[in-house]
């Protein structure tokens, strides 16, 4: 869950380093650091902390140089410090590395280079790697490709890296398995970066590096791409879609608050091309080309992590509940140790952000092995799970840089009502009136997400009322259960509030003992599904004195008499609500977070691609 930057060229490379470090921060901020080779002499400076710390570390130093390599860190091997800060030197100091990922034989492989007479110095498993390589380069007189694919051979894990070689003043060398690794092709220099937005800026033609692939980047030559078993392999340079203008803030405090606003354009954008209203069609290209398989599937299992499983479990209710198809939403970090039992008739969907979740990209690889059909449905082209799956689904939500997912999580849950309808109408297992209703009312909801948007100074006034709470309790059923779960989810990571979502129904079963005086409990209650028992449950927190903060349709006035506030939202159908409940519960978790000065975009301990276990 690091970020890596490198660059060689004829431009100077710490301010493209520096300026890549902090797009990518989101992927780990315990510390940074930046090694770059001037004369032959390699300049190393690491700080514990953002990436600021570093800049402000760096700013009277000697920084000349075409050809370095940065990193921002996400802690796994030790402790944040400035020692344990990648980049990575080799015992004798002439090899330099950054590492994304985790080599998980370090120990073993660090006892015999110890044994060997190299000496330590962080606890981390990237300097291991690079002793490694350091120690193959002397004792068998290869040469630094060489030495990297044979050490790539000896290790266990999962590793994007750039080694860079202080004898070799004009050359990069980079390599991949299991994490991303981009390069961007320029006139004569390379860029690297473990996604692409710090290379949008000076590039679009890029290359995807495939896992057990290496690359040799030397100034103004082709890029040499060899495989760890040392064959050839011909590079394939594709065009970013990606904006500039949508990896900066636009005017917005944070990255998140834009995110949230930016929703009813991104669910605008997963539908185009896909909802032809007028003919009442959907088209979904994977799904268009593994029909049969869907329509004949036992089951389909989603498998997905943190607000993506958020999303699959309103995919499971959607797909159950209009296509009839079996449906089961599993943990990916459990899925892939627990022997699951799957078969040739089983559709295995994955849902990724990034499109390189660690867990989830496994769990994959046991369906395929399985002989499952794979699907993917995420919001990175080119990504690793994009790559791996027999079929799949971009949500075009846009790039999402605040850690605390928001706009993919509505992509998400689009791109299944879409999935489900397609099987749904293809089946005949829903009637033609409420299959032509639903279209006409996802067709409408990127108007009632900006409406819903429009409650935001009134979420702003309960957060500051509730910033000091000590925990919350979410509460929805149906639809709604997810929802809640995702709110909770979202004050837990942005403002280290103690939430749980639960189904309304099982508060009696447990939760109901710690509510009192000083427990407010988000209750989604809209006018749908089971809006009486809800609205029993509401009675049940009052009647235990607890503080009720409840999302509603527009116009209800049953739950305004007992609740202690009331946030209105637009009406829609049961089968789309969580598009809508969502948005409140974003909007309050954000103002919380910023009333109790929590960092919003990069919540401690938490990195947005977890591309480790």
């Not at 902090?22 to 650091?33: M, N, P």
């Not at 980079?174 to 970066?193: M, Q, R, T």
């Not at 997400?449 to 149906?478: C, H, M, S």
Request: hydrophobic share 40%; glycine share 6%.
């Amino acid at each position: 869950m690091c970020g890596i930057v490198a660059y060689v060229g004829n431009k100077e490379a710490y301010p493209i380093i520096l300026k890549g470090l902090k797009r990518l921060e989101y992927r780990g901020y315990d510390s940074a650091g930046v090694a770059l080779l001037n004369q032959k002499e390699i300049l190393l400076y690491k700080k514990k902390g953002k990436v600021s710390k570093l800049e402000d570390y760096a700013a009277d130093k000697e920084k000349q140089s075409t050809i370095g390599i940065g990193h921002t860190r996400w802690a796994t091997h030790g402790p944040p410090n400035d020692v344990n800060a990648h980049p990575h030197l080799s015992g004798d100091g002439r090899y330099v590395i950054i590492h994304n990922g985790i080599i998980e034989n370090y120990d073993s492989l660090k006892k015999e280079l110890i044994n060997r007479g190299h000496e330590f110095k962080s606890d981390t498993d990237t300097e291991v790697l690079v002793h490694l390589i350091e120690d193959i380069c002397q004792n068998e007189s290869l040469s630094l490709e060489d030495a990297v694919r044979t050490a790539l051979n000896e290790v266990v894990g999962a590793y994007a890296i750039v080694v860079m070689d202080r004898e070799t003043p004009d050359q990069l060398i980079a390599a991949k398995n299991s994490s991303p690794l981009v390069i961007g092709v320029g006139d004569e220099d390379f860029y690297l970066a473990s996604d692409a937005t710090p290379i949008i800026e000076y590039t679009k033609n890029v290359v995807y590096l495939e896992d057990g692939q290496i690359a040799v980047l030397k100034k103004g030559e082709e890029i040499k791409l060899s495989n760890i078993q040392n064959q050839t392999v011909t590079p394939y340079i594709q065009e970013l879609e990606m904006n500039l203008e949508a990896i900066e803030k636009g005017g917005y405090e944070h990255f998140m608050l834009k995110e949230i606003y930016e929703q009813p354009q991104s669910i605008r954008n997963s539908t185009l091309g896909r909802l032809n209203l007028k003919n009442s069609l959907i088209t979904l290209g994977g799904i268009e080309e593994f029909e049969s398989k869907f329509l004949n599937a036992n089951r389909i299992i989603f498998v997905a992590c943190g607000t993506s499983w958020h999303s699959a479990l309103v995919g499971e209710y959607m797909i159950e509940d209009v296509a009839r198809i079996p449906v089961e939403v599993e943990y990916a970090s459990e899925f892939r140790y627990r022997n699951p039992i799957i078969n040739e008739k089983d559709i295995v969907i994955a849902i990724s952000q990034s499109g390189e979740t660690a867990d989830t990209l496994a769990a994959l690889e046991i369906a395929k092995k399985k002989g499952a059909t794979i699907y993917g449905i995420c919001n990175v082209v080119g990504s690793s799970i994009a790559r791996a799956t027999d079929a799949g689904s971009y949500t075009h939500a846009g790039p999402e840089i605040g850690v605390a997912s928001t706009k993919a999580f509505t992509a998400q849950i689009t791109i299944l009502a879409l999935m489900a309808l397609s099987l749904a109408n293809k089946k005949g297992s829903i009637a033609k009136s409420r299959y032509h209703n639903l279209l006409s009312q996802l067709n409408q909801i990127p108007e009632l997400v900006e409406k819903a948007l429009e409650t935001n100074d009134q979420v702003k006034y309960i957060a500051d009322l509730y910033q000091n709470a000590k925990n919350f309790l979410y509460l929805g059923r149906g639809y709604n259960f997810p929802v809640a779960l995702e709110g909770a989810l979202k004050l837990k990571e942005i403002s280290y509030i103690h939430a749980e979502g639960y189904p309304a129904a099982e508060m009696k079963h447990g939760p109901i003992a710690l509510i009192d005086e000083e427990m407010p409990v988000v209750a989604i209650a809209t006018r749908k599904g089971s809006y009486e028992k809800v609205v029993s449950n509401i009675q049940e927190v009052k009647a235990r004195d607890g503080k009720i903060i409840a999302i509603v349709t527009e116009g209800d006035t049953t739950v305004r008499e007992m609740a202690d506030h009331v946030i209105e939202i637009p009406e829609t159908d049961e089968f789309l609500d969580p598009l809508i409940t969502v948005i409140p519960l974003q909007l309050l978790s954000y103002h919380v977070a910023v009333m109790r000065d929590c960092n919003v975009d990069q919540p401690r301990n938490l990195a947005k691609s977890v591309t480790v276990e």
